[in-house]
Structure formats: structure tokens, C-alpha cells
């Protein structure tokens, strides 16, 4: 009888491994597919996608496969999906240009496990919603308010964490600045305290989003679905004493975005609204402590990079009168400065890139996607196409000069329908960084050989990016 039940046991196993093995296999049984290969059976080739950018060399698994393949266009199995990687402008453009027609955005399931209330909703019409809530607040008109909040609070972040130190780690501090502005521009928080409290639980969701999705104690993953949790709690609190607030008419329904979705959303569901908040303020924050990173790491490279950057913001400090602040008009002034910080986005891009979902069959370049598939869009492997940057891995600045890079070429915040709705939010509170940087700070690296990348999940220098800093003269 014991050997009769191992035996089932067994058997059911074999069977189930052989049902996913067929329907597997199936997925790649269309005629006219990209080439491409498939990987190890179910895995695919996802330890290799992700290894690659763990290794310091993020465009490898792609570009290797360009040149193997001799196609723009390949197939793999990524993530538990059959995807159709695409690289290069005219790739992008069909991806951007078909957004809602022929694909949609699509996560990996580890998204949808961590923020539940995705599953939930349609998000084609959920993106829009979002979109047309931000809108007021995120395009130039609606910032211009902000950039007096912004600068008071890079003055007191230099000044409490960067002065009188000697040796600092960059990556943590450009986190707690970025985090620090979306917490005060999203939910008008402003005490350090809850804002550290808060940012640990943020941090754990942004390591782990992205991560492979095995929920065991002490794996990312698992951190990261806990530490949702804690947070969706914590900003469903928030958010009905926002609401009593508001309505009590002791706060302005305008004062900040969390204010703005919690009398605009009718009878969505607490958590679900909480789960859109938590997720701004992960990319509020994530990606641009990423760049503001890396533009500390390439000023300490090329010191004639910043001494155009100082002179520049030396040049905005001399119209001013006393201790006045930052105005609208001085941050359009800043020309070579955002040049900077675009050839940074340019060679180490903040998000590699993201995946869309076909929700019909369609040809692309010649070859037959089926409806269903993933595509994955890659923007580093465009930026680093000496097509379309010749040496690519040369960092210049002047690139940006002029009408800038041809269409579709330089995609740091995607494009069509999708293009990331915070792309002015980013770009106001990077130069606002970069100006109360270089205008108290010279540097220089701790370890200057060691310019080593490590995607885990978004980019960050291998050991957080060491300085030793002093007062500038």
C-alpha cells in the first residue's frame, strides 16, 4: 500500500511536470517567431537576465544576443513569460505608438503579489485615472510652487547630512534626500523622525519588487509583501484623517497629491488608492536618488564637467540678493547642468526598461508575435547603440546641446501614452541637487578605479559610492 501511494505520488508530479513542460514548449510552437533561445525548461532565462546586471554589465544579456541573433527583435523566457525583447528607435516607436492598441503595460507577477489591489483593476483605465489626478501637480505650471519646498529642504539635507563630515556613502543619502521631497510634496510630511520610520519598510518594497518571486522567510520577496503590508496600513491611516481634514475644511483638498486622490476618488477602496500612493512615492523617490548618484560619481570623474557645472550655478547665485532662494526662472537657467544629469541618464538609465503585454497577434520587423506574449523594451541597450551615440561609452555632456538626440533614441522615461508622468517632478528636483551640491561641496572618490554597476534591481554603484568631501573655497 506504501509503495502503491509513493508510486501516485510520484506519478502525479511526473504528469504535472510534463503538463507544464508541453505548455511551455507550446508557447514557442509558432510559426515565424524572432529568433531567439528559450532557456532551461520553465526557468528560461531568467537567472541570465538578471545575473547580467548583477555582474556590472546590465546591456550584456541583450546586446550579446542582438549580435548573436543578428536581430533588433529576439525571443527568451524571462519572468515565468515568452517575450519578445526589442531594442533600437524604431522598436520604440512601434511599442510607444501602439500603447492601447495592439499592447499594454504588463508587470511581473511579483508586482501584482506586493501591491494586491493591481489584480484587481483594470490598469488601462486605472493609468489614465492616475494620470489625469497627477496631472495638476506634475506638469511645469503645478511645480512651480514647489521649488521654494525643494530647495529649503536641499538646503537643510546638506547641512545636517553632508556638512562637517569627511568621508560620507553617497547612495543612502540621495535616498533619504529624494524620499524626504516626496514625502513632503505627496503627503505634506515633514518631520524626519516619521520620515525614517517610513523609509526603511519603503526601501525593503523597492529592493524587493522586481526580486525573484519565492515567498520564503528571509528572501526579498517575503520582506518586501510584509513591508507592503505595513505600509498600506500605515497610509490607509493617513489617508482617512486626510479626509476628515479636508472636509472639517482644515486642510485644502489642493494642498498635496494624497489630499487631491482622497476627494477625487469616489468609492475606490482605501487600500487600493494607498497601494497607488505607496507606489509614487517609490518612483518618486527610487530613481531619482539613482541619478542624483551618478552625477555625484561623473562630476568626481571629469573635473572640467564640473567646473562648467560650478560656474554655471555660481553665474545663477550672483543675480540673487543676500540669502535668497531659488526661483522658477533660475532653474531654466540651468542648461548645462541638465545636460549632465541627461548624458548620466543616458549611460546608466534608472530603469533599464519595462515590459509591455500584446493584447492581439501582431508582425513586428518581419516576425510573428503571438497575442499574449511579453515584449520587453530596453533602454540602455538604445542608449549604448553607437548608431545612435558614437562612442557610447564616452561621457559628454555637449551631446544634449541643440535639438539633442533623434526621436526615440534617448528613452529614459519611455514614451507615448506611458511616458513617466514625473519626468518635470525629476529633472526639478535633480538640478535643485545639483545646485546646493557643487555650490557647498568639492569631492573626490574613495575608491576612484571602482566605477563597477550593480542592477539589484534598479542600477547603483557596487558599494554605494564612498566620498571624501570637504567645504567648497
Not at 40 to 58: K, N, V
Not at 68 to 85: E, L, M, N, Q, W
Not at 139 to 144: F, M, V, Y
Not at 368 to 397: C, M, Q, V
Request: charged content about 25%; aromatic content about 12%.
Amino acid at each position: 500500500m506504501y509503495l502503491a501511494i509513493i508510486f501516485l505520488f510520484i506519478s502525479s508530479i511526473l504528469l504535472s511536470l510534463l503538463f507544464l513542460l508541453k505548455k511551455y514548449l507550446s508557447n514557442f510552437s509558432y510559426p515565424n517567431l524572432p529568433p531567439g533561445k528559450i532557456g532551461f525548461p520553465l526557468i528560461g532565462e531568467s537567472f541570465s537576465f538578471l545575473s547580467a546586471g548583477r555582474q556590472g554589465h546590465q546591456e550584456k544579456f541583450i546586446t550579446d544576443r542582438v549580435g548573436r541573433f543578428s536581430s533588433d527583435v529576439f525571443k527568451t523566457h524571462i519572468f515565468g513569460s515568452p517575450t519578445a525583447v526589442v531594442t533600437g528607435a524604431s522598436g520604440n516607436k512601434f511599442l510607444f505608438t501602439n500603447e492601447n492598441k495592439l499592447v499594454v503595460s504588463w508587470w511581473p507577477d511579483s508586482v501584482n503579489k506586493i501591491f494586491p489591489s493591481s489584480m484587481e483593476t483594470s490598469s488601462k483605465e486605472e493609468a489614465k485615472k492616475l494620470r489625469m489626478l497627477l496631472l495638476p501637480f506634475l506638469k511645469p505650471e503645478g511645480l512651480r510652487r514647489y521649488v521654494g519646498v525643494m530647495d529649503e529642504i536641499a538646503h537643510r539635507h546638506f547641512e545636517t547630512e553632508w556638512a562637517n563630515q569627511d568621508q560620507l556613502i553617497v547612495l543612502p543619502l540621495t535616498k533619504k534626500f529624494t524620499f524626504s521631497i516626496a514625502c513632503r510634496l505627496f503627503l505634506s510630511m515633514d518631520d524626519p523622525e516619521r520620515i525614517r520610520k517610513l523609509g526603511e519598510p519603503f526601501n525593503r518594497v523597492a529592493t524587493g519588487v522586481l526580486s525573484i518571486p519565492i515567498n520564503l522567510p528571509g528572501t526579498r520577496f517575503n520582506r518586501a509583501i510584509k513591508a507592503s503590508r505595513l505600509l498600506r496600513k500605515e497610509v490607509s491611516a493617513i489617508m482617512r484623517r486626510r479626509k476628515e481634514e479636508v472636509k472639517a475644511g482644515k486642510v485644502s483638498a489642493e494642498q498635496d497629491i494624497l489630499s487631491h486622490m482622497c476627494m477625487s476618488i469616489g468609492e475606490t477602496k482605501d487600500d487600493h488608492v494607498a497601494d497607488k500612493i505607496i507606489g509614487l512615492l517609490v518612483g518618486g523617490h527610487d530613481t531619482a536618488s539613482i541619478v542624483c548618484t551618478f552625477i555625484v560619481s561623473y562630476l568626481a570623474d571629469f573635473p572640467h564637467v564640473y567646473k562648467r557645472v560650478l560656474q554655471e550655478q555660481k553665474d545663477i547665485l550672483t543675480e540673487k540678493e543676500g540669502n535668497e532662494g531659488l526661483r522658477w526662472e533660475d532653474i531654466e537657467k540651468m542648461r548645462y547642468s541638465w545636460n549632465v544629469a541627461c548624458e548620466v541618464m543616458r549611460i546608466v538609465p534608472p530603469l533599464s526598461g519595462t515590459f509591455r503585454e500584446a493584447i492581439d497577434h501582431f508582425s513586428l520587423k518581419g516576425f510573428y508575435i503571438p497575442k499574449g506574449w511579453k515584449l520587453y523594451w530596453s533602454a540602455i541597450a538604445t542608449h549604448k547603440n553607437p548608431d545612435y551615440f558614437p562612442e557610447p561609452d564616452r561621457f559628454e555632456p555637449n551631446r544634449f546641446e541643440g535639438s539633442g538626440p533623434k526621436p526615440y533614441t534617448y528613452v529614459p522615461f519611455g514614451g507615448g501614452p506611458r511616458m513617466c508622468p514625473g519626468r518635470e517632478y525629476a529633472r526639478l528636483e535633480i538640478l535643485i541637487f545639483m545646485h546646493h551640491l557643487v555650490k557647498k561641496f568639492k569631492w573626490e572618490k574613495v575608491f576612484p578605479k571602482e566605477n563597477k554597476v550593480v542592477v539589484d534591481p534598479l542600477p547603483i554603484p557596487a558599494k554605494g559610492l564612498p566620498i571624501r568631501v570637504s567645504p567648497q573655497s
